[in-house]
């Protein structure tokens, strides 16, 4: 518990104050998305200057193997669809890095890179402005992205999306065991900050967590299950496939994950409201299953280290290392970072969403 000193923390005060405690989502929701006072909507987090680091700026390596993949997909409908315009949408582009990196790798397939749409969706007003800068370095004489507030915003058509480190920061829905059985989490006023606290409106779990020991936490991510079911249905109706990356685990099960970042160490979630990072491991399974309900092939999980490694990155390092020595241990660390089991390499995982009838999807292992 702690004093809350930001402007955001003080009107949440007072909103609980006048209509009782809140629920982990809506104050999550708030602390990152509100218009005048969320991290989101007023900071710059990413990189050394900011709150944390995401793999794209992490290494070009990282981009560059994403693009790949991307590429792939989007010539092969490009071949079946040869009049087609393709949509390229990233969800939550950060500064723009990862997408610029694709397109440096879109640009080595001439026939494919003019055909392509760039579409981000992105909140912040600030972000847009970094993101245009650095997508026009990378895509000179070109036209600019389309940016939208949500992915049904997207012009419909052939589409395919990559999503790295975004269902991450949607808001969460918690559930706490209690004497009385589950029961929703809210935020409560504590003295002069806040506190976790189990509210009165009874929780539904999965079966299997039905009995748990008290205090024990569930949670559940229905913004993110909505958004894969929006790219499902997308790729029901028009050909496509989605990347989404982030770091979570494969099935779901309890346990309290919410955790904040601030100048790249960890932080209370419930202070500094508006000022610090909120996340929420992503229970893949949970997304997989939305996606296949409406309509769409899952492939994966797999880890991060898998998806890389398959796909080359050793190889691209060495070329790296190759065209500039004096880089070998700058890359040699990148690589590291992104591929090691005690970095990012197993906790951060990849799963594929896919149109019916799409064929296999490197480096995913069939159903």
Known sequence: ?????????????????????MPVSAFMAQALTDPDHGYYTTATPFGAGGDFITAPEVSQ????????WLVHVGGAIA??????RINLVELGP??????????????????????LDVHLVEASGKLRQ???????????????????DAFADVPEGPTVVV?????????????????????????????????????????????????????????????GEQVAAEIAARLTRF?????????????PAPGDTLQAVRRHEYADPLHAVGEADITAHVCFGALAEAARNAGAQAFGPITQAQFLSDLGIAARADALVAAGPGRRTEVETALAR?????????????????????????????H
């Open 1 to 21: 518990m702690a004093a809350p000193g930001t402007p955001l923390a003080r009107r949440l005060r007072t909103e609980i104050e006048a209509a009782g405690p």
């Open 61 to 68: 390596m990282f981009g560059e193997i994403v693009g790949a």
């Open 79 to 84: 071949a079946a669809l040869p009049d087609e």
């Open 94 to 115: 950060g500064r723009g890095t990862l997408m610029a990196d694709i397109l440096r790798v879109a640009r080595l397939r001439p026939d494919l890179d003019r055909r």
């Open 130 to 148: 970094v993101q245009a800068a650095t997508i026009a370095a990378a895509r000179p004489n070109r036209a600019e992205p389309r940016w939208h």
């Open 163 to 223: 999503a790295n480190e975004f269902f991450d920061a949607l808001p969460i829905e918690q559930a706490v065991m209690t004497q009385a059985g589950w029961r929703q989490r809210v935020v409560a006023l504590a003295g002069d900050g806040f506190a976790f606290a189990a509210g009165e409106s009874p929780a539904t779990v999965p079966p299997q967590f039905a009995d748990m020991p008290a205090g024990t936490i569930f949670e559940t991510c229905p913004h």
């Open 239 to 251: 050909p496509g496939a989605a990347l989404l990356i982030d770091y979570g685990h494969d099935v």
């Open 338 to 366: 992104l591929v090691s089991p005690d970095a990012m390499g197993a906790l951060f995982k990849v799963m594929a969403l896919a149109s019916p009838g799409m064929g296999a999807l490197p480096p995913f292992p069939q």
